[in-house]
């Protein structure tokens, strides 16, 4: 049983609604940095950075990318590849730092993403990004800037489609 | 009176067996009633001239009696006790205490061998001619374990048991050859960093001790054959007319070095397991007559000499409840049959031993007789009745099962259990 | 993977892995914060029945780094010199708490036998073998040498020259295999009663003659750790035969293609198997060899014990 909660269209009217609440909680885009969680946090952030510098030209850095695996605390045998950390500007200090993912669940990568990015420095403000809230957090974290938010059960699976990975941008649910 | 009913004697016809006082006294058919043993083939017991019963010295391993129970689980009726005990066989008073431990087991004969040399330390003959004379009667010697090197003290050995009508049973194993040898040398010993044991560290001693068994008139036997370069030299050697026999193990009949890319030491024999071609050159050289006799090397090792390093590992292997199965299958499929099985299990090895009232089952000999099932198969399981379990056979299916062995006429195994006395 | 006991065992793709974990490890190696969590909680014991400081030092590191408890076993400050067997002081080592035990052992096999004998459940890592095996030296060579050669894939079409006591050396054994899996040719050299012919096997060509080799312009070349004692006797009649025939003299060094490289496993014999022009030559890569090795077990750690196994 599998049932699509976003198409692409929704997608990118989300990403776009995030790129201008993003600007906007922040007055504008000074000292801001947007850091994708491998893999699908990448190509979100990467969007997210390109509809930042179309909203206000004066964003003109690429988003970086920020990996957690040697920083989490439930890795299975499939996930233990290290994706190389990047920083634009190779600095965090005073800035204020996106950490995109593509759905919140648990919040331990949320929590790994904290510990990963602490180790380059001391950033101004850790703000969270995410296409998908599915609930069910362990930990006390909360997204700063949602996609959707999405009622599920335990048990399902939710499962984000990238045209840069998969070949189409669709959100599934399946169960 | 036991009569052992519809046995197939020797394979060939079907007839009973009639036993009285320990005597064979018929091989027809009778009306007399007795123990069914229809399906079996009936073949004189088998003898074993190269066991490892380690007592007296070794008794977590082994003992006089449980390497009898295993002998007699395997079929057979008379084991040469090899001398490498502690201390060692190398006087009366040691080979006539073995004696006197087979003759209390009561399982089987219990022939002692001497050995060569003092403590085996293969500097000064042992007491050949004090054995040879006391109650154990000694006509085999040997230094089995290590090799008799020394050429010079080899000669006066064969000149010394010629004149007692022995034979000298030589572990051919060329000492500074195999320093540290911990495997057949070859590409694989190389692979797995394992010091080599090449096969010229065995064919060097059999050559030279041919030369000598010739020059001197004296019967040379050679311990567990394991290169197809010592099957050429047997091969000449015969054919020059030396008195030479031969002996190979189950073991090494079926069992190769690749066995040993799992590091278990229970694949570590001396001499070592050779390579797929070796294998086949031993097989071959036991169905043409090549070699003689199969020898068991039965070499029971209590589990914490096997469950360490390889390299710090006993050499050895158990071999007394499989040998059987294993020359079944060989000689078989070489298209031998089951005389030729008893010839080189119990006939010649007895010959060879000096022991006249073994190897033979014929009306007014002494009634050792094994039966056994050829049509069944089994799985090798490493808990037996010996006190060791170093078995590499284990979980390996083999044909043929020994059903019954008689000794001096009395059940010592009947129906798959052994008949303690 | 449970294990690393052999280079023998791993794919292409399981060693390219690992390289491609390692590289990245190699980075955070660069960084100000060197320490990460990965294995929190983990504990690994290094128990060496031969001193290796170096190989010692460099697991400890790697352990601590991912903030694993590292406990040090060796032989001559234990009971392993009091007879105890292999299998009892493993099994104590992981009634312990052990989760990973680095071994070193004089014997080939050793860690083969822990990793495969029902005697214990922790990962077992191979820090060499007697003649074996030394797998974690092979993946440090290697990741140098795609550095080197600024690969991040294989080492298709790289000559890679390996001299002296071949017959002896875990480390020829586990990078002949490494290597040639990654595509690169390798020769191995020394005198010909220190070559076995099994090497061709293994994946090697053999050559009794340095010179020789060195007219086919290596792309690198790996001298190894000669033990001076073998080398008056048996194998080479002296150790002047020896240097004379198997160092790498300067002139020899001036055999070698601009663009070549030195590698040496450490720790070096100066003026015996390596003269130290060739040793302090900008071609030479062996402290490069050395953080590799760091970054190499932390790969090697964190696959074998991060997280769960699934």
């Given at each position: ?31 801001l ?15 997210i ?44 200090d ?11 669940f ?9 510990d ?6 001391r ?26 938010n ?17 070949g ?8 | ?16 067996i ?26 004189p ?23 009898s ?27 006539e ?44 010697f ?42 057949n ?7 797995l960093g ?5 096969s010229?560290?065995e ?85 043409d ?27 050895g ?29 119990s006939?010649k ?16 000999t ?6 056994i ?5 089994r ?14 056979f ?28 | 993977?449970?294990?690393l ?11 390219l ?7 990245q ?19 690994v ?15 400890e ?7 694993a ?14 007879g ?33 004998r ?53 480390v020829?054994?586990?990078n ?10 390798v ?8 070559v076995?012919?099994?090497?061709e096997?293994?994946?090697a ?5 340095f ?12 001298m ?43 720790p ?12 302090d030559d ?15 077990r ?6 074998l ?6």
């Amino acid at each position: 049983m599998q049932r699509v909660v976003l198409d692409s269209g929704e997608i990118a009217r989300a990403l776009k609604r995030i790129s201008h609440e993003i600007i906007e909680a922040n007055s504008g885009v000074s000292d801001l940095i947007v850091l994708g969680i491998p893999t699908r946090g990448i190509h979100l952030a990467n969007r997210i950075a390109k509809l930042l510098s179309e909203i206000d030209p004066n964003f003109t850095s690429d988003a970086g990318v920020l990996d957690i695996t040697l920083f989490r605390d439930d890795l299975v045998a499939a996930d233990r590849r290290i994706q190389p950390t990047v920083i634009p500007g190779d600095d965090i200090d005073g800035k204020v730092v996106v950490i995109v993912d593509d759905v919140l669940f648990s919040g331990r990568s949320a929590r790994a993403a904290l510990d990963a990015l602490i180790d380059f420095g001391r950033p101004k403000q850790v703000k969270l990004a995410v296409l998908v809230d599915r609930g069910h957090r362990e930990l006390p974290i909360r997204p700063d800037f949602v996609g959707k938010n999405l009622p599920t059960a335990v048990t399902e699976r939710v499962n984000v489609h990238l045209a840069e990975v998969d070949g189409s941008d669709e959100v599934v649910i399946s169960s | 009176m036991i009569v052992l009913k519809s046995v197939s004697l020797f394979g060939e016809k079907q007839t009973d067996i009639s036993i009285a006082d320990g005597i064979v006294v018929s091989l027809e058919p009778t009306s007399e009633k007795g123990i069914d043993c229809s399906g079996l083939v009936a073949l004189p017991g088998l003898v074993d001239l190269h066991t490892h019963l380690r007592q007296p010295g070794f008794e977590a391993s082994e003992t006089v009696l449980s390497g009898s129970k295993s002998g007699v689980a395997g079929g057979y009726t008379a084991l040469f006790a090899m001398a490498n005990t502690n201390p060692v066989a190398d006087s009366a008073s040691v080979v006539e205490q073995v004696l006197t431990l087979g003759e209390a087991a009561g399982l089987l004969q219990v022939q002692p061998i001497g050995a060569v040399t003092k403590g085996l330390a293969g500097a000064e003959l042992a007491g050949l001619g004090g054995m040879a004379r006391s109650r154990a009667k000694v006509r085999v010697f040997s230094d089995d374990g290590m090799c008799v090197f020394d050429p010079a003290l080899m000669l006066q050995a064969l000149t010394f048991v010629k004149s007692m009508g022995g034979v000298i049973a030589q572990h051919a194993q060329e000492p500074r050859l195999t320093e540290g040898a911990q495997m057949n040398d070859s590409d694989l010993a190389t692979e797995l960093g394992l010091t080599g044991w090449p096969s010229v560290a065995e064919e060097s001693i059999i050559a030279r001790d041919a030369l000598l068994a010739e020059k001197t008139g004296a019967r040379l036997h050679i311990c567990h054959l394991t290169t197809a370069g010592a099957v050429d030299v047997i091969r000449w050697a015969k054919k020059r007319g030396i008195q030479i026999t031969a002996e190979v193990t189950p073991h090494h009949l079926m069992l190769t070095e690749e066995l040993v890319r799992s590091y278990d030491p229970v694949y570590k024999v001396n001499p070592p397991l050779r390579s797929a071609e070796d294998t086949a050159a031993l097989r071959e050289a036991l169905v043409d007559g090549t070699i003689d006799i199969v020898g068991t090397d039965h070499a029971p090792h209590s589990i914490e000499k096997k469950d360490c390093e390889w390299e710090n590992a006993a050499f050895g292997m158990v071999g007394l409840e499989h040998a059987a199965s294993v020359v079944q299958k060989v000689m078989l499929e070489g298209g031998r049959n089951w005389r030729d099985i008893a010839q080189v299990m119990s006939s010649k090895p007895a010959e060879i031993g000096g022991l006249t009232n073994q190897g033979r089952l014929d009306v007014d000999t002494e009634a050792n007789i094994t039966l056994i099932d050829p049509s069944a198969t089994r799985t090798v399981t490493s808990q037996t009745h010996s006190a060791s379990t170093n078995n590499p056979f284990a979980g390996v299916a083999l044909p043929g099962a020994v059903v019954h062995t008689l000794f001096r006429g009395n059940f010592s195994f009947k129906d798959g259990e052994v008949v303690e006395k | 993977m449970k294990n690393l006991v052999s280079i023998a065992d791993l794919s292409r793709e399981d060693a390219l892995y690992l390289l491609d974990n390692a590289q990245q490890l190699a980075q955070v190696n660069d960084r100000e914060v060197k320490k990460l969590p990965a294995l929190r909680g983990k504990t690994v014991v290094n128990l060496f029945y031969e001193n290796s400081t170096r190989t010692r030092i460099s697991f400890e590191i790697a352990a601590t780094r991912l903030s694993a408890d590292v406990i040090n076993f060796s032989a001559a400050t234990s009971s392993l010199s009091k007879g105890e067997s292999l299998k009892d002081t493993a099994q104590t080592l992981e009634a312990l708490g052990a989760d990973a035990i680095v071994v070193r052992h004089p014997m080939s096999g050793a860690a083969h036998q822990l990793a495969h004998r029902d005697w214990i459940n922790a990962s077992i890592i191979n820090a060499g073998d007697g003649s074996h095996e030394h797998p974690t030296q092979a993946l440090l060579d290697a990741l140098t040498m795609r550095q080197l050669v600024g690969s991040n894939d294989d080492l298709a079409g790289l000559k890679v020259l390996i001299v002296g006591d071949i017959r002896h050396s875990r480390v020829a054994r586990s990078n002949v295999l490494l290597l040639s899996k990654l595509g690169a040719s390798v020769q191995v050299a020394g005198p010909a009663t220190l070559v076995p012919a099994g090497f061709e096997k293994m994946g090697a060509t053999i050559s009794n003659s340095f010179e020789d080799s060195l007219e086919q312009q290596p792309d690198v070349v790996m001298m190894l750790r000669v033990q001076r004692e073998r080398m008056q006797g048996h194998y080479m009649p002296s150790e002047r035969e020896y240097t004379q025939n198997w160092s790498l003299s300067g002139k020899r060094l001036a055999m070698l293609k601009k663009d070549a490289h030195i590698l040496h496993p450490g720790p070096m014999n100066r003026g015996f198997e390596i003269s130290s022009e060739a040793a302090d030559d900008p071609r030479a890569a062996i402290l490069k060899q050395v953080s590799n090795g760091v970054a190499v077990r932390m790969a090697v750690l964190h696959e074998l014990l991060a997280g769960e196994r699934s």
